[in-house]
């Protein structure tokens, strides 16, 4: 089954990118009062079972997809 | 063999995409070690090792986060079990950013908060002089020693900050108004719990010669040179 995982930076840290895309949005004159650039990665795995695929999905965010001290992450399953 | 002619081993790691790993290895030897480079694919540190240096770079092209790869190289799984026997271990800039994605140094490093690679000599204050790594410095003392990075805002929450400069581990900080980066409380090098692993986002290996201006990196990497040579002395 297909999953996607949304990383992106907790709340509070500093997000320069995230700012620089406000600013450039402020230019081309969108009123956004906040942008925040994260990332987000597609998985293909051989199980089918969610459940599985959750708990395999959490391990491989907090050992590798993800720095658990300054992002955070959800996991979503295609056609869910 | 643990030393030739009384010069430590200071063995250099060499990750796919590091670059200052021939300069770390040259000043190394400048100050009396015998600085060899390991590949990233070995399982193991050379017989004798005193120290181990994770040098400059770019390693797996700072895919996904820098260091985020290096870390699960099978030599790492080497200088992590080293590390946690007590053994010296020096990361510079990319080297940082990999014992930090290792959870062998505290905080993270996030991309500069100016978004722009900083490549220019910093002034810099020793925080603490008491470490393996900042022995030949006296607390207080001014450096100046080149940064160039893309990725050196060292991040830790208040809690965090708070625990390590209670417990001295902030050894080096950029000087007042001059933090190239963004990182939180001027932070520019930190040490472990048990001070025998030390990361630096400026690069000492890069001032050990009057010819490129300050030799003040040499007084780090002396200071690592003489506590590799101490442990070895102890270890005999």
Same mark, same amino acid.
């Given at each position: 089954?297909?999953?996607?995982?949304?990383?992106?930076?907790?709340?509070?840290?500093?997000? !320069?990118?995230?700012?620089?895309?406000?600013?450039?949005?402020?230019?081309?004159?969108?009123?956004?009062?906040?942008?925040?650039?994260?990332?987000?990665?597609?998985?293909? &795995?051989?199980?089918?079972?969610?459940?599985?695929?959750?708990?395999?999905?959490?391990?491989?965010?907090?050992?590798?997809?993800?720095?658990?001290?300054?992002?955070?992450?959800?996991?979503?399953?295609?056609?869910? | 063999?643990?030393?030739?002619?009384?010069?430590?081993?200071?063995?250099?790691?060499?990750?796919?995409?590091?670059?200052?790993?021939?300069?770390? /290895?040259?000043?190394?030897?400048?100050?009396?070690?015998?600085?060899?480079?390991?590949?990233?694919?070995?399982?193991?540190?050379?017989?004798?090792?005193?120290?181990?240096?994770?040098?400059?770079?770019?390693?797996?092209?700072?895919? &996904?986060?820098?260091?985020?790869?290096?870390?699960?190289?099978?030599?790492?799984?080497?200088?992590?079990?080293?590390?946690?026997?007590?053994?010296?271990?020096?990361?510079?800039?990319?080297?940082?950013?990999?014992?930090?994605? /290792?959870?062998?140094?505290?905080?993270?490093?996030? !991309?500069?908060?100016?978004?722009?690679?900083?490549?220019?000599?910093?002034?810099?204050?020793?925080?603490?002089?008491?470490?393996?790594?900042?022995?030949?410095? #006296?607390?207080?003392?001014? &450096?100046?020693?080149?940064?160039?990075?893309?990725?050196?805002?060292?991040? /830790?929450?208040?809690?965090?900050?708070? #625990?390590?400069?209670?417990?001295?581990?902030?050894?080096?900080?950029?000087?007042?108004?001059?933090?190239?980066?963004?990182?939180?409380?001027?932070?520019?090098?930190?040490?472990?719990?048990?001070?025998?692993?030390?990361?630096?986002? !400026?690069?000492?290996?890069?001032?050990?010669? !009057? &010819?490129?201006?300050?030799?003040?990196?040499?007084?780090?990497?002396?200071?690592?040179?003489?506590?590799?040579?101490?442990?070895? /002395?102890?270890?005999?």
């Amino acid at each position: 089954m297909r999953a996607t995982v949304l990383v992106r930076p907790k709340p509070g840290i500093l997000d !320069p990118q995230g700012q620089a895309v406000e600013t450039s949005l402020r230019h081309l004159g969108f009123e956004v009062a906040d942008t925040r650039v994260g990332r987000l990665v597609d998985v293909e &795995l051989q199980t089918d079972d969610r459940d599985e695929a959750r708990a395999l999905l959490e391990r491989m965010c907090e050992q590798l997809l993800t720095n658990p001290l300054i992002e955070s992450y959800e996991i979503e399953f295609a056609g869910a | 063999m643990s030393s030739v002619g009384g010069r430590p081993l200071i063995p250099v790691v060499v990750f796919p995409g590091s670059n200052d790993d021939r300069d770390a /290895a040259r000043a190394l030897e400048l100050l009396g070690a015998e600085a060899p480079r390991v590949w990233h694919t070995d399982e193991s540190l050379p017989a004798g090792t005193a120290a181990v240096v994770l040098p400059g770079g770019f390693s797996y092209g700072d895919y &996904l986060r820098c260091g985020a790869i290096a870390r699960f190289s099978p030599i790492m799984r080497a200088v992590t079990t080293f590390a946690n026997d007590g053994g010296l271990v020096l990361g510079i800039c990319n080297g940082f950013q990999i014992l930090t994605e /290792a959870g062998l140094l505290p905080g993270a490093l996030r !991309p500069n908060a100016s978004l722009s690679f900083v490549c220019r000599d910093v002034p810099l204050t020793v925080a603490a002089a008491d470490t393996p790594f900042t022995s030949r410095c #006296e607390a207080g003392q001014d &450096l100046t020693i080149p940064v160039k990075h893309g990725d050196g805002c060292w991040f /830790a929450d208040e809690e965090l900050l708070a #625990e390590l400069e209670a417990a001295d581990q902030i050894a080096l900080r950029y000087a007042e108004g001059a933090n190239p980066n963004g990182a939180v409380a001027d932070v520019a090098g930190v040490t472990n719990a048990d001070g025998n692993v030390f990361g630096l986002m !400026p690069h000492p290996e890069h001032a050990v010669d !009057p &010819l490129l201006g300050s030799t003040d990196g040499a007084l780090i990497l002396g200071s690592l040179v003489d506590a590799a040579r101490l442990s070895l /002395a102890a270890a005999v």
